[in-house]
Structures are given as C-alpha cells and as structure tokens.
C-alpha cells in the first residue's frame, strides 16, 4: 500500500507529502530516538508524538515511508518546511497513537 | 583509486541542523554502493555520535574515511569530557537534561548503539579539554 491509499482509506490528515508513491512496509511506534534508530524499519509508518526536526533526521536516516503524528501533536512549521527539503511524508491524527497504529495496521492487512 | 574523505562541521546546540552530517554520508555511501548494511550501521552510529557532540559538548568537527574495505569515522570534540566511561557506555546512563529528554533524546543508549553499530570503537576523553570518538565499520 502506498501512502496515497492510506490516506484514502484512512482519512489520515495530509501535512506534507513530497513521495506519495511511497510503499508503506508496517507500523513502527516509539518516541526515543535512539531507539527508533535502531529498531526503525525501511517502509515503516512511524506513529509517533515527536513533532520535532529530528524526528525528520531520523525518519529519512532508517529510510522511513511517512511519520505519522499523534495524540494531539502539533503541526510545527520548522519540522514541515525539514520534512519537505528531505522528501520525507508527514501525516497527521487526532486520535492517541494505539488507534492510529491500529487502523494503520488494519489498512495494510486488508490491502 | 585514493580514499575519499569528507570533512563536517557540527555546532552546538543547533538541534535544527543535527544529523546533517549522517545524512549526507548516508546518502554518499548508497551511491558509491555501498551495501545496505554497512551503510544502515555507519548512519545509526555517526548519528548518535553527532547527537552527543550537539548536547553534551560543544559541538565539533567529523572526518569521514572511506575505503575500500572500511568507513572510519572520527569525532573530534572540545566538550567537558567524559569522566566515566564505564558508566557512560551502560545502556540507560544519561546526563541530558529535561529540555534534552523532551525531544527524544537522552535515553543512556548513544553510546551502546555506537559501540553495537560499528566494528571497533575507541573513545579518547581528557577532561576539560574533549573528547574524540573513532568508529571503524568494514565494507
Ligand atoms: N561527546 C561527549 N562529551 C561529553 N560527554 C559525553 C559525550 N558523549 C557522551 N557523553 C556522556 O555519556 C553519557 C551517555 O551517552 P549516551 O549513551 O549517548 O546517552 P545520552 O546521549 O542519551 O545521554 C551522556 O549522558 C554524557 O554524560
Ligand atoms: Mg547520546
């Protein structure tokens, strides 16, 4: 599935989509950075709360499809204006970050 | 064919430009060809690395060798030191302070994942006067 479709089928809100093609390969979920590095995956749809700039480092550097925002982060200009310079997707939820996980995951299953 | 060397600048505190340094040789191995693994090692252990001269010392300078048969990466800052490195190198042993913590950072595993990441590391440390980081990873 590519990010596009997810966010068909999720209604997950677009914030910045520079690689709309992008295959997505599964759900990754944490907010410690030095984790994330390690343990982050290529393909991954990175449900996170780190609204941050170096959560675009971090997301281009383990060669992640998109992050996605949230329980309630905010959208932060600074980050969005990084995450387009490096061709990185950033969508966004309003629900806490099981839920998004989890519809994330059920639109992969049923892909 | 020589050895390619790259030369970055990292500054402190400038948390907008951390890991523009790991970025850019990412992107540089992947198009010499570089295999994925290697280049997936040297990504996450240089990143760590410029993370800590960003927070724990004043920023710094990095050398970057490539060869053919290994990337070494050195980095050199002029930050407090490390006091103990023992300590130091234990997973879940951090000085960072709240703001740090707050953007994801500080998680006491820098240095292990620079340590498990790369072939051979040597941390050279003098109090007072900084600290340099040697990463080896072979091709
Ligand atoms: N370049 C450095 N200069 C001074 N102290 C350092 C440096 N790198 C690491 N340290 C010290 O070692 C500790 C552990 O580092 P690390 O494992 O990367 O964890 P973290 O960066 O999450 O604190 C740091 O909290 C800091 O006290
Ligand atoms: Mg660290």
Known sequence: ?111 | MSNLVLKYTVDNEDFTRAGEASSDVKKKLKMMGVPPEAVRKVAIAMYEGEINMVIHADGGEITVEITPTQIVMVLKDKGPGITDIEKAMQAGYSTASENIRALGFGAGMGLPNMKKYSDEMDIDTVIGVGTTVTMKVNI
């Open chain 1, 1 to 111: 599935m590519t990010v596009n479709e997810l966010i068909e089928k999720t209604g997950l809100e677009p914030l910045c989509i520079p690689c709309p093609e992008r295959e997505i390969s599964g759900v990754y979920n944490c907010d410690l950075m030095s984790v994330v590095m390690s343990k982050g995956f290529s393909g991954a749809a990175w449900v996170t709360i780190m609204a941050n700039i170096n959560a675009v480092a971090v997301a281009s550097l383990t060669d992640m499809a998109c992050i996605v925002l949230s329980e309630g982060a905010a959208k932060d200009e600074v980050m969005l204006s990084k995450a387009k310079a490096q061709e990185i997707n950033v969508l966004m939820s309003c629900e806490p970050i099981f839920e998004t996980s989890l519809s994330i995951y059920n639109a992969l299953k049923n892909a």
